[in-house]
């Protein structure tokens, strides 16, 4: 692409606008992190604890500090604290349970409360929390974690549609919202099955094309055009991430959800019938 005049230069090839974060940050973020319970719950009965990347040690210089406060009813507030986008969580302790246990919250929830630190639990609640997360195992979430993999699939049918037809009609911007929808979603229904947490979305793309193997990486690359696909060859791409997903959960399908998800297969070109034996 030509550079455009009046617009500064720029190496992509490192982007340093958010390195990691340094020593002398993390230190500063520790005494931000002190001063804001009394403001996120002025009662003082609350649990307070530092979760994200700022309580792993992964942080980088733009990285949110992330509080959950377990007691008030769930919500979500944001603050600026000394150029820091402070994201506050508030829940209850049933709340922070059921994330721990809910297909969709469980790869953040379970591992974020693992590597929690404690800032203020006067009633001994975050310590319970996060006990229970380090016992946390899969087997307990199984049946429901493969009852909404089905039905997300199911779902998902209905997207694929969508591209078919935007493609049929040449409606190329419809195209590629289908497309990106597919290409950023199958990564978690692909995932859930490897009972691996990711814990962050940072990154998880990358992690996901190598947790899921080869053909799995191949197809995501072409459906975001990393490896310079774009238009309809993209496209294609991301129905085959969607016949890939529906390939590797095809054990989890039955009824009426196996026949929609099969069927968004084979009018898509890319049918999964023929693994039916393996898949059972």
Known sequence: MAHRPGVPKRDRSVDRRNPPASPAQYRQVARIVAHLPDEV???????????GSWSTGDAHELSDIDLWVVGPPDRRKYLEREGYLVAVKYGTAADERREMR??????????????????RDPR????????????????????????YLATQLASWAEEVAKLLRALATGETETAS????????????????????????????WEKGARWAGPEFRDAQRSAL????????????AALRLYALTARANLARLHGEKRRLVLGACRRAGYPV??????GR
């Open 102 to 119: 809910h297909p969709l919250h469980l790869y953040g929830a379970v591992p974020g409360w693992r590597d929690a630190k404690i800032v």
């Open 124 to 147: 001994g609640v975050a310590r319970r929390l996060q006990a229970e997360a380090r016992r946390f195992r899969w087997s307990t979430v199984r049946r429901s974690r493969d009852a």
């Open 225 to 236: 055009g990393t490896d310079g696909s774009h238009g309809r060859e993209s496209c294609e």
């Open 177 to 204: 919202v289908q497309r990106n929808l597919l290409a950023n979603q199958m990564v978690f229904l692909r995932l859930l099955p490897l009972e691996r947490f990711w814990r962050t979305e940072n990154g998880l």
């Open 41 to 51: 719950d002025p009662s003082g009965r609350a649990a307070v604890v530092l979760a």
């Open 273 to 278: 019938e023929e693994r039916r034996s393996r």
